[in-house]
């Protein structure tokens, strides 16, 4: 059954070291999404995907930030110069629709930590 | 900026119990969605509504979007240890696809 995988699961990193998380959508689904969510939390909207381009990337805390998604399916959150407020809990979630009640699903998160 | 304040933030009740969870804006949604999380792993959707004043049941979960669809309850009757984890309301305005997350309630179903 595929669903959203991201990878990798857990990733620590120092104190300004450049960092790539990526996520594998579900097959078909145009919409595209990524979360930072902190612990006990509802996850903070960073970015969202139709097909290639972002559709909106207001969510985006800042320029080391940057996502991308070239072929319309998987897609690389990038941040650059990490610092120690960025640890958290990062997401993944696709959609079929273009709709805004459209189902999400999501990816079980990659685990940031910079130490 | 649409925020959705979700309460309480902290449940813990014994087996058996009813409990409600309350999602509150500000704002005008289209529609509303809730999710629930366990830990280590994503969101799973439970339910959506679209329509003012809607209310939809999924077994001993009843959900109700307001009448202006500003803010959505969450019932849960009998609650069983299965039921732990965090619950989360998520609002859509109009056909933009944002989705803009509550703040969150993690509910604890002690046997």
């Known amino acids: 059954g595929a669903g959203v995988s991201q990878t990798p699961s857990n990733k620590v990193t120092e104190k300004g070291k450049y960092v790539e998380l990526r996520c594998d959508p579900i097959?078909?689904?145009?919409?595209l999404y990524w979360y930072r969510q902190s612990l006990g939390q509802g996850p903070e909207f960073l970015i969202y995907?139709?097909?290639?381009?972002?559709?909106?990337d207001s969510g985006l805390p800042n320029d080391r930030f940057f996502a991308v998604r070239p072929e319309g399916s998987v897609s690389t959150l990038k941040i650059q110069r990490t610092e120690r407020g960025d640890s958290a809990v990062y997401l993944c979630?696709?959609?079929?629709?273009?709709?805004?009640?459209?189902?999400?699903?999501f990816g079980p998160g990659t685990r940031l930590t910079v130490l | 900026t649409q925020l959705l304040e979700q309460s309480p933030q902290f449940l813990s009740i014994q087996e058996g119990e009813n409990l409600t969870v309350y999602c509150n804006s500000s704002?005008?949604?289209?529609?509303l969605q809730w999710y629930r999380q366990e830990p280590g792993e994503g969101p799973v959707l439970l339910v959506t509504?679209?329509?003012?004043?809607e209310v939809k049941k999924l077994k001993r979960l009843t959900f109700q979007f307001g009448d202006a669809r500003k803010d959505s309850s969450l019932h849960i009757t009998a609650a069983q240890p299965g039921d732990t984890g965090l619950y989360l309301c998520?609002?859509?305005?109009?056909?933009?696809?944002?989705?803009?997350f509550g703040t969150g309630t993690k509910l604890q179903v002690i046997p």
């Open positions: 979630a696709s959609s079929f629709g273009t709709s805004g009640s459209a189902e999400q699903f």
């Open positions: 097959s078909g689904h145009t919409a």
């Open positions: 995907f139709q097909g290639t381009g972002a559709a909106d």
């Open positions: 704002s005008v949604f289209s529609s």
């Open positions: 509504v679209v329509t003012g004043g």
């Open positions: 998520a609002g859509a305005a109009g056909g933009y696809q944002k989705v803009t």
